[in-house]
Nanobody
Framework: QLQAFGGGLVQAGGSLTLSCSAS????????MAWFRQAPGKEREFVAA????????SYADSVKGRFTISKQYGASTVYLQMNSLKHEDTAVYLC?????????????????WGQGTQVTVSS
């Protein structure tokens, strides 16, 4: 039900934009988020947005470099990633929250996509 696109290989300092589409029934009134998971590490919160796109939150590690967006009534969430660093390398997963907000913990999300690989070369 969730399909993420936009991952790839990019040099440090470069940019990528990820997108994730969900069925309108499961996401138009729900918050959405991006998490990431690197090999051997736990799933990490990246960014979240509430149901109408009006409120966003970010992990400290990406604040000022990444921008999450979701249009009112839409079922697609985007993640614009600028000034990428090697440590941003991970599988990026999108998720739909259980409610209208976008919490920062995985338990707050009921639907998960399969993820898209982002690799940043140093």
């Amino acid at each position: 039900q969730l399909q993420a696109f936009g991952g790839g290989l990019v040099q440090a300092g470069g940019s990528l934009t990820l997108s994730c589409s969900a069925s309108r029934r499961t996401s138009s009134n729900n918050g959405m988020a991006w998490f990431r998971q690197a090999p051997g590490k736990e799933r990490e919160f990246v960014a979240a947005v509430n149901w109408n796109g009006g409120t966003a939150s970010y992990a400290d590690s990406v604040k000022g470099r990444f921008t999450i967006s979701k249009q009112y009534g839409a079922s697609t969430v985007y993640l614009q990633m600028n000034s990428l660093k090697h440590e941003d390398t991970a599988v990026y997963l999108c998720a739909v929250s259980r409610g209208s907000s976008g919490p920062s913990y995985p338990g707050g999300y009921s639907y998960w996509g399969q993820g898209t690989q982002v690799t940043v070369s140093s």
